[in-house]
């Protein structure tokens, strides 16, 4: 019979915690997000599902993860390849600075501009 007791004991322990469990994760920013917006990454487009939702994650736009304001402002949901992607961006530019100046300009030479001139004259 105390054996019995001390199950049920238990169990209602593990119930207790796991319940708070859910109603702190409930409760965070990654789950704010998913209810707010659609399970959809914010820069490719991919669709998501309960099946593969765990490859959704929630992106800081200001890169800062203590800024979460409760109306979502803060957040973009990528899917974990855009997210690798956008952190690499964002460390390139902290440690190398401004891509502007290194961007490279579309080229206005047009080495057939008097072709139809030359065919002409041969």
């Given amino acids: 019979m105390s054996n019995q007791k001390t199950e049920s004991g238990s169990y209602d322990q593990v119930f207790a915690q796991q319940q708070e469990y859910i ?3 409930a409760s965070g920013y990654r ?6 917006y ?3 990454c914010g820069r490719c487009r991919r669709e998501f599902t309960h099946r593969n ?7 800081h736009v200001d890169h800062n993860h203590g ?4 109306d979502g402002s803060n957040w973009e949901l990528l899917c974990l390849y855009c997210h690798d992607e956008e952190h690499s ?7 190398y600075g401004s891509t502007e100046d290194t961007e490279i300009k579309t080229s206005t030479y047009n080495p057939f501009a008097d072709l139809k001139d030359r065919m002409k004259k041969k």
């Fill in 31 to 36: 789950e704010q997000a998913l209810k707010i």
């Fill in 53 to 59: 939702l765990s490859e959704l994650t929630v992106h």
């Fill in 23 to 25: 109603a702190k994760r």
């Fill in 89 to 95: 961006k964002f460390e390139n530019f902290v440690r």
């Fill in 67 to 70: 800024n979460n304001p409760s």
């Fill in 38 to 40: 659609p399970w959809i």
